[in-house]
């Protein structure tokens, strides 16, 4: 590629010998041949340093074949119109790594300071300065992916037969496929992509051979599980149903003002603004949202996504490079996982709310640059809040910042329902906070983050999903910035909370039942057997509460459990009629006594 680089830069048209293409065909065939090779390496690659590696290859090689057409334009005078590529290039999915040189040249000014004491904040401010517009090589961070995409390890679709045992053989068949891979966190990664577990799994009578009447059996199994509902639930109507297990904390995707301020926004701005933020999707709503969402978390500035799962697929790759670290808790939700791997910083995880393991991985981390600790502010599946206050203390100490996942927070933690941080004291030391406007604030759709200004302005050059998606739809916006507004005026619904989850969790001891978490509106009744959870939600249904178990690969083996949700919108006879259904079903299983 070097070789092939240099004589393009050397040879001028005109004076081109046949000697000197024959040569540079030569040269092109050859990087053809290699990226053949390379694709067949990337997706079996098992080391993530090394798949990282040949995607940065892949790209160099697309830049020398680029080149290698523009040469051949130049060569017989056409233009770039008029020619016809002699090569389809492979575009990977860009995962985001930057070629090293570009971070060594982008950072030269603060690496040469990394252990001088400057503050993590400072730095951070130094480092979004020096990425800011004036270095037009910021291209190299993020380069537009082609039409390709990675070659997939398992091209054959398949089905699994659903009956009465399909939960537990699938969890066998996860179970083995961990085992296999040697991934030793279900929360992390559960794959099924190696051919002797599927082998195994159609052995087991698991997975057809055949596949040739795939939607025929797919529509009798729907139509025979549509008969067995209508049998058994005869006499129950959506009507006579409590949900106990939506994300709606605060009942506001009923509230008359906030449904009113979609329908207005959807008269005045119509369905959908048909593009992406930077070119035609900006508008006065989606401004005045995002100042009422800093203005909330009490923050400099906030971007918004489609989801709190962009928004944190679209941080970590912005804000840290190979020279700095990001310390995650082991039980982080999938999108921080996600968005964590796009990165190329270290990466330390930490055991579940461990001090102690934490400040040991600090300790390692101290010859980075940046140090980003990450973590739920509330953990989805127990319920359990994250120790704010020590993890900002050791932050402190060892010179990191602090970012929280707030999606199961943002609008009732805390006495003014701003979060977890408002809960526990720390508002003024969390740097970064990711949160959801799909679950209390509204509950249709969208994510924001919200920051320092500087990392903001970042964001909406740098973020690929804000750059590539399109802006939230008016009714959405509108829907959201009601809700909002309604919790700045008050904090009633917010503090009604705590009385209405206290109830259930109290009732449900004294019931009998184990609840896990504390002080939580996700209240899991812990019930340690899949087929015992998924066997009493279908129960409970049947009495007009609707509830879901989960089990693995959702939650660890041997911990499912039914998750209720309470909500504001619960009235305290909602409550107590959730309590009696689980204790009726409950005593029906031999659960309690």
């Known amino acids: ?32 041949n290699m990226q053949g090779r390379l694709l067949k390496l990337i997706p079996v690659a098992s080391d993530e340093k090394l798949m990282e590696e040949l995607l940065v290859l892949n790209d160099e090689l697309n830049g020398a074949f680029a080149r290698y057409n523009g040469f051949q334009r130049r060569l017989s005078g056409q233009s770039p119109a008029e020619q016809t590529p002699s090569a389809t290039y492979t575009n990977l999915v860009d995962l985001g790594p930057v ?65 009465e045992r399909t939960g537990e053989r699938l969890a066998e068949g996860l179970d083995s496929a961990v ?34 009447n795939a939607m025929e059996d797919i529509e009798k199994w729907l139509a025979d599980n549509v008969e067995e509902c209508t049998t058994d639930n005869e006499g129950v109507t959506s009507e006579d149903i409590l949900n106990f297990c939506a994300n709606n904390y605060l009942g506001l995707s009923s509230h008359p003002e906030v449904v009113q301020a979609g329908v207005e926004a959807l008269r ?19 401004k005045r949202l995002e100042q009422k969402v800093a203005q909330f ?17 679209g941080l970590f790759e912005v804000l840290l490079g190979p020279d700095d670290a990001v310390l995650s808790d082991e039980l982080n939700h999938a999108s921080i996982i996600d968005g964590i791997r796009l990165c190329r910083a270290k990466r330390l995880r930490y055991r579940h709310m461990d001090l102690n393991d934490l400040e040991n991985k600090l300790k390692e981390a101290q010859s980075c640059r940046l140090r980003l600790i990450a973590t739920d502010g509330v953990f989805s599946m127990d319920g359990d809040v994250a120790p704010l206050r020590e993890i900002c203390d050791l932050a402190e100490r060892y010179g990191a910042m602090v970012f929280i996942d707030e999606c199961h927070a943002t609008g009732f933690m805390g006495p003014r329902g701003r979060g977890t941080d408002e809960l526990l004291g720390v508002m003024d030391k969390v740097h970064i906070v990711n949160s959801t406007l799909g679950k209390a604030l509204g509950g249709a759709a969208g994510g924001y983050t919200v920051g320092p ?32 507004e309604l919790l700045l005026k008050s904090n009633e619904i917010a503090q009604s909370m705590a009385a209405k989850t206290k109830r259930f969790r109290d009732s449900m001891t004294r019931a009998g039942f184990t609840i896990s978490g504390s002080n939580h509106p996700i209240c899991p009744v812990m019930l340690g057997d899949a087929r015992l959870a998924s066997l009493m939600a279908d129960d409970m249904l049947k009495l007009g509460v609707y509830v879901i178990g989960f089990s693995y690969p959702v939650v660890p083996k041997g911990k499912a459990r039914i998750r209720v949700q309470i909500s504001a919108a619960h009235s305290d006879q909602d409550i107590d009629r959730c309590v009696d259904a689980f204790t009726q079903i409950g005593r029906k299983h031999g659960v309690i006594s």
């Open 1 to 32: 590629m070097a070789l092939m680089s240099e004589m393009m830069n050397q040879l001028e048209p005109g004076r081109v010998q046949p000697s000197d293409t024959e040569l540079l065909q030569q040269l092109y065939s050859v990087c053809l």
């Open 179 to 212: 085992r296999n891979s040697g991934a030793d966190d279900t929360q992390e990664s559960t794959v099924l992509g190696s051919s002797p577990n599927f082998d195994w799994m159609v052995a087991k009578g698991m997975i057809p051979v055949s596949q040739a």
């Open 99 to 163: 070629p090293q040189a570009l971070h060594q040249q982008e950072h030269a000014a603060v690496s040469t300071q990394q252990l001088e004491g400057r503050s993590a904040i400072s730095m951070l401010s130094h480092q979004m300065t020096s990425l800011s517009a004036g270095h037009d090589d910021g291209r190299a961070v993020f380069t537009q992916a082609g039409n390709g995409s990675l070659p997939k390890r398992t091209e054959s679709v398949r089905y699994i037969v659903p009956d």
């Open 268 to 286: 005045e701005y119509g369905a959908g603004l048909s593009s992406v933020r930077f070119i035609c999707g900006t508008q006065d709503l989606h």
């Open 297 to 313: 978390h009490e923050r400099e500035d906030a971007i918004l996504y489609a989801s709190c799962f962009d928004a944190n697929a």
């Open 453 to 484: 200004k500087p990392l903001i302005d970042l964001l909406r050059q740098r973020s690929r999903p804000y750059l590539f998606s399109n802006s939230l739809p008016p009714p959405v916006v509108g829907c959201s910035t009601r809700a909002i």
